[in-house]
């Protein structure tokens, strides 16, 4: 596709649901990175796929967190058992390396997150 | 340890006028990318430009310049000519790549406003 695409854009949900959320990047880019955002915050590292290679889950805050991507295509973050603080937006990116730009990682427009 | 810091929560800036965001970041390693994006009130990451630890210059692109200075781990953004839809949230990022490693962390950011 043209960008990052992410769904939901917006998802209420229950405390103590499961919720997915999904990223498809853009063609052809072999990362993928997965942000948190919460509200007048900066960008807190989740998670990085590079192709087959194992993911670095060094950002994942907690065992309720988990992701997945297939090859290098569609990811998917899950994060099981909601809870209020999760509520933030969740920013998924991808990148493939240019001589000009180096590894630009270029966004989505977000997962907003919101747990009631 | 905080390896990016932008000093700077906000900034003010007359329209026309050039304004500087500071960036300074933390890294042992000697190949990495420090990267500038701006994010508007609508939420969305626009990617404004990219520095790699080698370039000889400081990039440019377009009203976007990067201060980059080495030896004191600064790479300061000078937006020239600001215009009111420069008004939006910055953030400074570096890329650190190493055999097990690959990561793309971003600074706290600097809300500018920009005044008519």
């Known amino acids: 596709g043209a960008g990052v695409s992410q769904s939901p854009s917006n998802k209420v949900t229950e405390k103590g649901k499961d919720v997915e959320l999904r990223c498809d990047p853009i063609s052809g880019h072999t990362a993928l990175y997965w942000y948190r955002q919460r509200l007048g915050q900066g960008l807190e590292f989740l998670i990085y796929?590079?192709?087959?290679?194992?993911?670095?889950k060094s950002g994942l805050p907690s065992d309720r967190f988990s992701a997945e991507r297939t090859g290098e295509s569609v990811s998917t973050l899950t994060i099981q058992r909601t809870q209020q603080e999760d509520s933030a937006v969740y920013l998924c990116a991808s990148s493939y390396w240019t001589a000009s730009s180096g590894n630009t990682i270029y966004f989505g427009e977000g997962s907003w997150l919101t747990v009631v | 340890a905080q390896k990016i810091t932008q000093t700077q929560p906000g900034m003010f800036v007359q329209e026309k006028e050039a304004v500087t965001l500071d960036c300074t970041y933390d890294t042992s390693d000697p190949s990495y990318g420090l990267f500038w994006y701006k994010q508007p009130s609508s939420g969305e990451m626009i990617f404004l430009i990219y520095q790699g630890s080698y370039d000889q210059q400081n990039a440019t692109e377009g009203r976007y310049s990067l201060n980059f200075q080495k030896a004191r781990k600064s790479a300061n953004l000078v937006i020239s000519a600001s215009q009111l839809g420069d008004s939006a949230m910055y953030f400074c990022a570096m890329r650190e790549r190493k055999t097990s490693y690959d990561k793309v962390i971003f600074g706290p950011g600097t809300s500018l406003s920009v005044i008519p």
């Open positions: 796929f590079q192709g087959n290679s194992a993911p670095d």
